[in-house]
């Protein structure tokens, strides 16, 4: 089991930045890629990020490309997403996943490929 916890989201005007970071305990973290998706109310859950075991391949929503970047720190067990000129379709729950490495691949997964999820943190961004 990887148990994840999101924290970080909160309200910002558009335009603003916010850094989310995703703690993660249980089983080695090094051993698993992270990936941040998030949820707007009515809409499915969509793919944002994604990076490698090692932090050295990273993989981003075509749209989000330049204004937010994925990074982990495995010796704090640790995934972050800075995310930069913030705007109100960015308005979302942000969740990030975990998956087994020899699963991932650089490219826009999709939820059902992910393993063990966090419980969310809400972003919202005010126009």
């Known amino acids: 089991q990887v148990q994840l916890v999101e924290s970080g989201g909160g309200l910002v005007q558009a335009g603003g930045s916010l850094r989310l970071s995703c703690a993660a305990s249980?089983?080695?973290?090094?051993?698993?890629?992270m990936g941040w998706f998030r949820q707007a109310p009515g809409k499915e859950r969509e793919f944002v990020a994604t990076?490698?075991?090692?932090?050295?391949?990273?993989y981003y929503a075509d749209s989000l490309k330049g204004r937010f970047t994925i990074s982990r720190d495995n010796a704090k067990n640790t995934v972050y997403l800075q995310m930069n000129s913030l705007k109100p379709e960015d308005t979302a729950v942000y969740y990030c996943?975990?998956?087994?490495?020899?699963?991932?691949?650089?490219?826009?997964?999709?939820?059902?490929?992910?393993?063990?999820w966090g419980q969310g943190t809400q972003v919202t961004v005010s126009s």
């Open positions: 996943a975990a998956v087994y490495g020899s699963h991932w691949y650089p490219g826009p997964g999709l939820p059902r490929e992910y393993d063990y």
């Open positions: 249980g089983r080695t973290f090094s051993s698993y890629a």
């Open positions: 990076i490698s075991l090692s932090g050295g391949r990273t």
